[in-house]
């Protein structure tokens, strides 16, 4: 394992990020890493850092809604301070583990951005952004993504919308409120977020130092996690039943796969965005290879997230 020092992962609260929490936290005392766990303040987030530390980790929780900018860039500056302070050791990971599937593109962030792109994607660009010179190499930063970025067959299977890219302000604009709410408008504002993720991995490691790798996680399909909260009853029916099918993903078993991106030697020399599907690097489509889009969303975002410091 590569050298023990702090993981911070957001969204460790339940499925797959609170099983990369047990899993890190169940490693042998000797490769166990101090855990910032960074989710919305709570009992779920006392809970895992209960139960994190029980296992023998050292846990900071730190509060943060992701959908509030200026509470992203107190998480990050609570980072630092535990990191200049020695109280933790030494930054080798970030994991962009949290997410959110709003099913009406209506709704907006505390800083006016359309609540999916929000959340997956520009809250995790300020907090890697405002993190990225606090780690020490060899560090990780690891994204979330999800194969929905493209249209395969088992998306169109279960309906699930492909990206439709445009302009990443546009992106980030909430639908206007004669848009009629959909399950469509819905996939596709998540698909554009996770086509956002490999576009943004890519630039980043253009221009993150050489120490850092940057990839990018996709944990398989994990039928009836908390993701399609807001979908139809039915639809989540039918995705609890599809969850208990032998060999569907699940966040007990992706959970560690997760972890292990995040710490194991064997994944040491990820680089540029590369996509794990599970445990096996993996290819991306071409739409997922595109300098001038990539150039383009680090433009708009630095826009964005600046017009919400601003404005706040
Ligand atoms: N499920 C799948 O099939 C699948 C497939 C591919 C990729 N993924 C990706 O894997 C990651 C985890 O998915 P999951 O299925 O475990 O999702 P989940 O059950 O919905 O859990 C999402 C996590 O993100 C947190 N979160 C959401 N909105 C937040 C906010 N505004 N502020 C702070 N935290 C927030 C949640 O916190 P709360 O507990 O406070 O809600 C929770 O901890 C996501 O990035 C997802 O896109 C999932």
């Not at 809250?123 to 690891?142: E, M």
């Not at 554009?192 to 398989?220: C, D, M, T, W």
């Not at 208990?244 to 020399?269: I, K």
């Not at 433009?299 to 706040?312: D, G, Y």
Request: contains cysteine; neutral net charge; charged residues 20%.
């Amino acid at each position: 394992m590569t050298e023990t020092g702090t993981v911070l992962i957001t969204g460790p609260t339940r499925n797959l990020g609170r099983h990369a929490v047990l899993a890190m936290a169940d490693r042998p005392a000797g490769q166990r890493p101090d855990l910032l766990l960074v989710g919305r303040a709570g009992k779920d987030l006392a809970a895992v850092a209960e139960e994190a530390h029980v296992r023998g980790a050292r846990v900071h929780e730190i509060g943060c809604d992701l959908s509030r900018l200026s509470d992203v860039r107190a998480a990050a500056a609570t980072v630092r301070d535990l990191l200049t302070a020695g109280t933790v050791r030494p930054l080798r990971a970030l994991v962009a583990n949290a997410g959110t599937m709003s099913t009406d593109t209506r709704q907006a962030s505390a800083d006016g951005y359309e609540l999916t792109f929000a959340v997956n994607y520009l809250a995790h660009t300020q907090l890697v952004g405002d993190l990225l010179g606090s780690f020490t190499a060899p560090a990780r930063v690891v994204l979330l993504g999800s194969n929905t970025y493209h249209a395969n067959v088992w998306r169109k299977l279960l309906h699930v919308a492909e990206a439709e890219w445009v302009d990443p302000v546009e992106l980030a604009r909430p639908a206007t409120g004669e848009q009629v709410p959909s399950m469509a408008a819905s996939g596709v504002a998540y698909s554009n977020a996770k086509l956002a993720i490999l576009y943004y991995a890519h630039e980043l490691q253009r221009r993150a130092g050489a120490g850092i790798g940057v990839s990018v996680f996709e944990p398989g399909w994990m039928p009836g996690t908390a993701l399609g909260r807001g979908a139809p009853a039915a639809a989540q029916a039918i995705s609890r039943a599809l969850g208990r099918v032998p060999g569907v993903s699940t966040p007990e078993r992706s959970g560690p796969l997760l972890a292990a991106v995040a710490l194991d030697d064997e994944w040491a020399d990820l680089r540029d965005g590369a996509f794990i599907v599970k445990s096996a690097a993996t290819e991306v489509k071409p739409v997922a290879h595109d300098r001038d889009r990539e150039r383009r969303l680090w433009e708009a975002t630095a826009e964005l997230l600046e017009r919400a410091r601003t404005s706040s």
